[in-house]
């Protein structure tokens, strides 16, 4: 992925294009000063649930999908 930054005062904003998604933003200055991530990826093919499922599955085998890098867990 390609990324750029660009200044904006005191919170700079990180955008990327190219790998598996059409283009990220990363800004430091959203809403309540929380950080704000919007990803665009390309489509794909077939039933997002079934897709989704697939992918869950995947996982509960112990591949590893393109994204897992890091994933957040839920509290």
């Known amino acids: ?3 750029r930054i660009v ?3 005191d919170y700079p904003v990180v955008s990327g ?3 598996p ?3 990220t ?3 430091t200055d959203a809403a309540g ?3 704000s991530i919007t990803a665009v990826a390309h489509c794909a ?3 997002a649930s079934d897709l989704k499922r697939e992918d869950i599955q995947q996982r509960q085998t112990g ?3 393109p994204g897992d890098e890091y994933v957040a867990t839920e509290d």
Do not use: I, R, W
């Open 25 to 27: 933003s990363f800004d």
């Open 33 to 35: 000063k929380t950080y």
């Open 1 to 3: 992925m390609t990324t």
């Open 17 to 19: 294009t190219d790998g």
């Open 21 to 23: 998604v059409n283009n």
């Open 63 to 65: 591949e590893t999908l």
């Open 45 to 47: 093919p077939g039933n």
């Open 7 to 9: 200044a904006h005062g």
